[in-house]
């Protein structure tokens, strides 16, 4: 079955400043890669999805990037800020459509 | 569009004992998936309904846990006999079809399980 690693695991950075959290997956038939976000004592909500036939895509200060020959994708956040303090996880489907997930980014943004 | 339903919010136990939880699914959604997430880690899928069948239940401790999907909407979870390390967050997630058109996973508020 699909294996979803992600790193890192904590992840602090200052205001202003980027985050970028990586995955890698096993499956090579994965064809859909979501973003979602946990606030403490949430349920995770879906922040921005990829399928594997585009190379990227942007949603305000959030992308993602997705390489399939090496099999892995990013998350990118610029200009953090501090509701973007959250644990963040990556996921990864396959043609089984089973969505297997990360072990999640725990993302801490300094004030 | 209302979200995913769960119930209860919280429930504790002594282990051996036994518990269900309950989903409704959002309308029209073909695919409900049970994840437990333990304190942590990420969700990890314990089975995946297309309708009223089983996709997929490899994960699912099947010695002590079970579900269903009845007339394929609701559905529910059942741990019987529960052990310390059950202890989790079980959330409920829906999609529209679970095919490979298929997009979001929407989750519900999650029951968390405290065995003690």
């Known amino acids: 079955g699909e294996n979803v690693e992600q790193h890192p695991s904590t992840l602090s950075v200052q205001e202003g400043d980027s985050a970028v959290i990586k995955c890698t997956y096993s499956?090579?038939?994965?064809?859909?890669f979501p973003w979602y976000k946990q606030e403490l004592g949430k349920r995770p909500q879906l922040i921005i999805d990829?399928?594997?036939?585009?190379g990227e895509k942007k949603d305000q200060r959030i992308a993602v990037t997705l390489n399939k020959t090496a099999k892995h994708f990013s998350l990118h956040i610029t200009e953090t800020q501090p509701e973007d303090s959250a644990v963040y996880f990556c996921?990864?489907?396959?043609?089984?459509?089973?969505?297997?997930f990360g072990a999640g980014t725990t993302v801490t943004v300094r004030a | 569009e209302a979200g995913v339903a769960q119930s209860p919010r919280y429930k504790i136990i002594e282990k051996r004992q036994s518990v269900a939880f309950w989903c409704n699914p959002i309308?029209?959604?073909?695919?409900l998936y049970w994840y437990q997430q333990i304190l942590g880690q990420g969700p990890k899928l314990l089975i995946q309904?297309?309708?009223?069948?089983?996709?997929?239940d490899s994960q699912l401790p099947k010695d002590r846990f079970s579900a269903e999907r009845l007339k394929g909407v609701d559905s529910t979870l059942k741990i019987q006999p529960a052990k310390l390390e059950d202890s989790a967050v079980y959330l409920c997630?829906?999609?529209?079809?679970?095919?490979?058109?298929?997009?979001?996973?929407?989750f519900g508020q999650g029951t968390r399980l405290t065995v003690v």
């Open positions: 309904f297309q309708n009223n069948g089983v996709v997929d």
């Open positions: 997630a829906s999609s529209l079809a679970g095919g490979p058109g298929d997009t979001e996973a929407f």
């Open positions: 996921a990864a489907r396959a043609n089984d459509y089973k969505l297997s």
């Open positions: 499956d090579s038939a994965s064809n859909y």
């Open positions: 990829i399928r594997s036939n585009v």
């Open positions: 309308s029209g959604h073909a695919t």
